[in-house]
T-cell receptor, first 114, second 113 residues
Framework: GENVEQHPSTLSVQEGDSAVIKCTYS??????FPWYKQELGKGPQLIID?????GEKKDQRIAVTLNKTAKHFSLHITETQPEDSAVYFC?????????????FGKGTMLLVSP | GAGVSQTPSNKVTEKGKYVELRCDPI?????LYWYRQSLGQGPEFLIY????????DSGLPNDRFFAVRPEGSVSTLKIQRTERGDSAVYLC???????????FGSGTRLTVV
């Protein structure tokens, strides 16, 4: 089955700095790579996703890159703000008949200090 | 409703007891997923429904776990003979058919004592 590794497990940055979280996956058949943000006591919230036919996607301060050959994908957050503090999860999945079951990484706790 | 609703938010039960966890998906979402999240871990897939049928139950850990969605909307996850290792947050998510992005609920925190 799929295995997703995520690094680092914790990341502390100053407000305004950039943050990068990296993930690797094992199953070359995976074709869908979402990122979720989870705040304390809440469910994960989808913040951005990328499909295997795209190398990079950007949405305001958030960007995701995918290297299919190396089976790496990364989340980049620029101009971090204290409200970006949360646990971030990467995931990998294969879309079959219109649905995807996801394998998640173990998460990265991002702390943004004012 | 506006989001995915899960009840109860917290459940404490004794080892060996039976529990039911409920999920109300977003209105109109035909796809419904159950995941389990242990402390310090990412969510782990349990089961997927398309409409009323369980299209993929490969993530259910054993036959003590069962889920239903009789009318294609509300789903119930049922756990028999609970064990302390079942303690986790059980997350439900829904999506439109063909949409890969899920909307998760806030989860039910199950504690087996």
């Amino acid at each position: 089955g799929e295995n997703v590794e995520q690094h680092p497990s914790t990341l502390s940055v100053q407000e305004g700095d950039s943050a990068v979280i990296k993930c690797t996956y094992s199953d070359s058949a995976s074709n869908y790579f979402p990122w979720y943000k989870q705040e304390l006591g809440k469910g994960p919230q989808l913040i951005i996703d990328i499909r295997s036919n795209v190398g990079e996607k950007k949405d305001q301060r958030i960007a995701v890159t995918l290297n299919k050959t190396a089976k790496h994908f990364s989340l980049h957050i620029t101009e971090t703000q204290p409200e970006d503090s949360a646990v971030y999860f990467c995931a990998a999945g294969r879309t079959i008949s219109g649905y995807s079951t996801l394998t998640f990484g173990k998460g990265t706790m991002l702390l943004v200090s004012p | 409703g506006a989001g995915v609703s899960q009840t109860p938010s917290n459940k404490v039960t004794e080892k060996g007891k039976y529990v039911e966890l409920r999920c109300d998906p977003i209105s109109g979402h035909t796809a419904l997923y159950w995941y389990r999240q242990s402390l310090g871990q990412g969510p782990e897939f349990l089961i997927y429904f398309q409409g009323t049928g369980a299209a993929d139950d490969s993530g259910l850990p054993n036959d003590r776990f069962f889920a239903v969605r009789p009318e294609g909307s509300v789903s119930t996850l049922k756990i028999q003979r609970t064990e302390r290792g079942d303690s986790a947050v059980y997350l439900c998510a829904s999506s439109l058919w063909g949409a890969e992005g899920y909307t998760f609920g806030s989860g039910t925190r199950l504690t087996v004592v």
